[in-house]
């Protein structure tokens, strides 16, 4: 009997160029070995540039789509990206409340890469209380870290990425990688904390293309490691690992930003000889 792979359930919005969103998620998980699921929670139009429009879907959609496949196979990691209304994150959150013991990787999508605005602060307030308490491990940029615990009173407090983590911690998900490519530093440092401190920091080469699916790659990498049974310091490890080699061999299809190349493995012996990197 054949073997089956490890399945992980992608909640996120479809991008019609392949750069990020779903099609990201799908490209990423079977690439790390795993079978991808995935629940369309908006539909969008956007290019390398940027994203131009997002379509909601209705939730009680979305909570079908999930039902549908959880009831039929055994989900091994759940990934979430882009929510795209309040109703979806009360729908995803009602859903994975029943799967407490699969863990749930949240890459918080608030913004494109271009900086289009993707999350309004109701869907913050309703990701922080129903989702955040639900989530295995977060993976912010800088950018997101700090917007997660902005609130009114603390407007004027612009506190460290090592606090941001603590304050989303507290909130209730139990790790945060938070990924430093926003930062301005020399090399691109990624943070994992835990609830005591820092559980590992990494520095890459700082590359120098921007990238349309980055954020989406490294979340669904961590997905599809934990799935296939790794324990989360080294699920984190590996899946940076992977996202720097697809962010290296990343290639630009069109007018805007660069797409990863998540199936570089596949490709590389042809280009050069310095061996795979499975």
């Keep these: 009997m054949s073997v089956i792979p490890p399945v992980v359930l992608a909640f996120g919005a479809t991008d019609p160029c392949g750069g990020a969103g779903l099609q990201a998620d799908i490209l990423t998980i079977a690439s790390m070995g795993c079978h991808p699921l995935s629940v369309v929670t908006a539909v969008t139009v956007q290019d390398t540039g940027g994203v131009d429009d997002v379509l909601p879907i209705d939730a009680e959609w979305v909570s079908d789509q999930a039902r549908a496949v ?24 009602e859903v994975i409340s029943d799967y407490p013991d699969i863990p749930l990787v949240f890459d918080p999508v608030l913004a494109s890469g271009r900086g289009d605005e993707l999350t309004n602060d109701d869907m913050l307030d309703a990701l922080r209380e129903l989702l955040l308490p639900q989530t295995t491990i977060l993976t912010p940029n800088s950018i997101e870290a700090r917007r997660i615990i902005q609130d009114e009173e603390n407007d004027e407090d612009n506190p460290d990425l090592a606090e941001c983590a603590k304050r989303i911690l507290q909130l209730g998900c139990e790790y945060v990688l938070v990924t430093g490519t926003h930062e ?14 820092v559980v590992r920091s990494d520095s890459w080469m700082r590359l120098s293309g921007i990238y349309h699916g980055s954020g989406c790659t490294l979340a669904s990498a961590i997905a599809s490691l934990l799935a296939n049974g790794l324990p989360m310091n080294e699920a984190v490890k590996e899946a940076q690992e992977f996202t720097w ?34």
């Design 184 to 197: 301005h530093t020399p090399q691109v440092i990624n943070t994992l904390y835990g609830e005591n401190g």
């Design 245 to 278: 080699q697809a962010l290296q061999y990343a290639f630009r299809p069109g007018m805007g930003q660069h797409i990863p190349d998540r199936l570089f493995w596949a490709r590389d012996d042809e280009e050069d000889d310095t061996g795979g990197h499975h």
């Design 70 to 93: 959880l009831e039929d196979m055994p989900v091994a990691a759940f990934k979430i990206g882009l929510l795209g209304s309040v109703e979806n994150i009360a729908a995803i959150a």
